[in-house]
């Protein structure tokens, strides 16, 4: 008989309330050291759906936890200058700590110019160059939310890195890249992997902490995955139900990882959830980047 692992699940679910009620603490006491809450601005250019669901989530997380959640929603043909001008006046107005610009933006406004408009004390996505040169040279700032997370859900997982074989799947700036960075600075021997990679499922496969974000249903699958290994799956991808229909009678949809979940909880040692894995983990750290960046700029 073949021995079946049965990997733990990492909730993140229940680890994001742990840091949002850290957060909210931390929240009060700024409140009432500065008179004033702080103060998360999140700017959303368009209407796709998911964006709505996510920036909206936002919004009401700030508030939950006691910091000045404010959404702007701006439609699809405002201009790179309208958006420009909006960013200027949230840099310049003190009662703002946080700002994001929600991605991915209409195709006539140019993103790289929009991120580099954000004052990188403000940058609570950590997408600024500023604040991606920092923490690729060791000396962390503002860090994306994604990465954060996920590193805390690696923590639960009680997952040692040092000297560990880590593969990131996936080479953006938003998660790949950062969150290779976070492996480093823990003494992980790192690997980025991408679309030319060659034989990623070998690779794959002699990774002790497996990260995947690569935005590609169930790309990674079971046997990819070293008997033992911890799995952070950062996807978040809707995909059809065949032959199901909802009671409107539209088709039935679902929410899958990059990673094939059922055939990789087999292998792994432990394994984040979709949805409930790392998706609640970055609205956590998001808050918490807010606080960071407005107990920075009240100390000065
Ligand atoms: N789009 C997808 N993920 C993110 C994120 O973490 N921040 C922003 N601003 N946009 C996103």
Avoid at 37 to 49: I, K, M, R
Avoid at 70 to 92: C, G, M, V
Avoid at 222 to 234: C, I, L, Q
Wanted: proline share 6%; aromatic share 2%.
């Amino acid at each position: 008989m073949v021995r079946r692992m049965t990997a733990r699940i990492l909730d993140g679910k229940k680890l994001a309330e742990t840091v949002r009620a850290e957060v909210k603490v931390r929240a009060a006491a700024f409140a009432a050291e500065r008179g004033r809450p702080a103060g998360l601005e999140v700017v959303l250019v368009g209407s796709d759906p998911a964006s709505q669901v996510y920036t909206r989530n936002k919004e009401k997380a700030a508030l939950e936890v006691g910091i000045r959640g404010k959404l702007h929603t701006l439609p699809a043909e405002t201009t790179e200058q309208e958006l420009l001008a909006l960013l200027d006046r949230l840099n310049a107005d003190d009662a703002v700590d946080g700002i994001l610009v929600q991605l991915p933006l209409p195709g006539h406004i140019d993103e790289q110019k929009v991120l580099d408009a954000i004052t990188p004390a403000k940058d609570v996505d950590g997408f600024h160059p500023v604040n991606a040169g920092l923490l690729a040279s060791g000396r962390p700032s503002l860090v994306p939310c994604t990465p954060r997370g996920s590193m805390r859900l690696l923590a639960l997982a009680e997952a040692p890195l040092s000297g560990a074989r880590a593969v990131v799947v996936g080479r953006s700036n938003i998660v790949g890249k950062p969150m290779a960075q976070l492996l480093l600075a823990e003494n992980a021997t790192v690997t980025i992997a991408h679309s030319r990679t060659k034989d990623l499922a070998a690779l794959c496969r002699e990774a002790d902490v497996l990260v995947a974000a690569v935005g590609r249903p169930e790309m990674i699958r079971g046997d990819w995955v070293k008997p033992g290994a911890v799995v952070v799956d950062v996807g978040i991808n809707r995909v059809d139900v065949p032959g199901e229909k909802n009671a409107a009678g539209q088709q039935k949809t679902r929410l899958v990882g990059d990673v094939a979940y059922a055939e990789a909880a087999e292998r792994a040692g432990a394994i984040t959830p979709v949805p409930g894995g790392v998706g609640p983990m970055t609205i956590a750290y998001l808050l918490d980047n807010t606080l960071i960046a407005a107990e920075r700029r009240a100390r000065g």
